[in-house]
């Protein structure tokens, strides 16, 4: 299985040295396609409906916060997926944001940066099994219908004669 390193990964918060420093540990680790941006509206005009983005983000962020942007992007761009890294402990919060969608939620620590980097290649190796599996059922239908085309010829030139 191939995780896609050149997977689009936004970094939305509006700390701008948080920012940059989590776009640079995973430029680091191999992602090459990782866009830093300070707001939710600013996503919410970078990503479209064809987007199959990763999105990191604060929960807390000037303007609309991180649970509004995740309703809206998801609305505007159902593929795209979340995982929030928030100085936000609660709970209730985390689970607010599972439940409307996010695939995880990571609270900034000192293993901020590697927690990040684990959650978006697990995720990556979750699309990949995906693509797998639906290439598998693509594979088993051609080996049926050629199955089935063998029978009928052996079928046809057997009560032919």
Partial sequence: ?????????????????????????????????????????????????????IVVQDFNLAGMNGLETLKKAKMKSPKTEFVFLSGQSSIEIAVEAIKNGAFDYIIKDNFAKDNVTTKINNLLKIKALSFDRKAYRGLMVIFIVLLIVSWLTVFILFYNK
Avoid at 1 to 14: E, G, P
Avoid at 18 to 41: D, W, Y
Avoid at 44 to 50: G, H, P, Q, R
């Fill in 1 to 53: 299985m191939k995780i896609n390193k050149n997977q689009l990964i936004y970094v939305v918060d509006d700390d701008a040295a948080l920012n940059a420093m989590i776009c640079k540990h995973l430029q680091s680790k191999g992602f090459k396609s990782t866009k830093g941006l300070m707001s939710g509206e600013e996503l919410l005009e970078a990503i479209d409906s064809s987007d199959e983005a």
